[in-house]
Nanobody
Framework: QVQLVESGGGSVQAGGSLRLSCAAS?????MAWFRQAPGKEREGVAT????????DYTDSVKGRFTISQDNAKNTMYLQMNSLKPEDTAMYYC??????????????????WGQGTQVTVSS
């Protein structure tokens, strides 16, 4: 079992910044951030491969969000800058214990955090 604990959500005005954290109880092969707005499907936001450090982002956040990790702490971060109202959603941390899936598909991941709310006002 892997426990994931997110923190760092909150409410900001458009153009502001937030930093999300996800602490994992043990090492996993790769991790990702997803988000889900009311009435919408869960969307992959960014991923990071723990070993190689490979990163990828969904197009709508490229240039604004940065995913990073601290392997010593088994913690993943998402720095979100230039936030927009359309970034408003519940943000979830996810972890996969094996390779082979498509990073932006929720079914790829074995473990999920409880979610942290991000609200961006215009």
């Amino acid at each position: 079992q892997v426990q994931l604990v997110e923190s760092g959500g909150g409410s900001v005005q458009a153009g502001g910044s937030l930093r999300l954290s996800c602490a994992a109880s043990k090492y996993t092969y790769y991790m990702a951030w997803f988000r889900q707005a009311p009435g919408k499907e869960r969307e992959g936001v960014a991923t990071i491969y723990r070993g190689s450090g490979f990163k990828d982002y969904t197009d709508s956040v490229k240039g604004r969000f940065t995913i990073s990790q601290d392997n010593a702490k088994n913690t993943m971060y998402l720095q979100m800058n230039s936030l927009k109202p359309e970034d408003t959603a519940m943000y979830y941390c996810a972890a996969a214990v094996s390779y082979g899936g498509t990073w932006y598909r929720p079914a790829t991941y074995n473990y999920w955090g409880q979610g942290t709310q991000v609200t961006v006002s215009s």
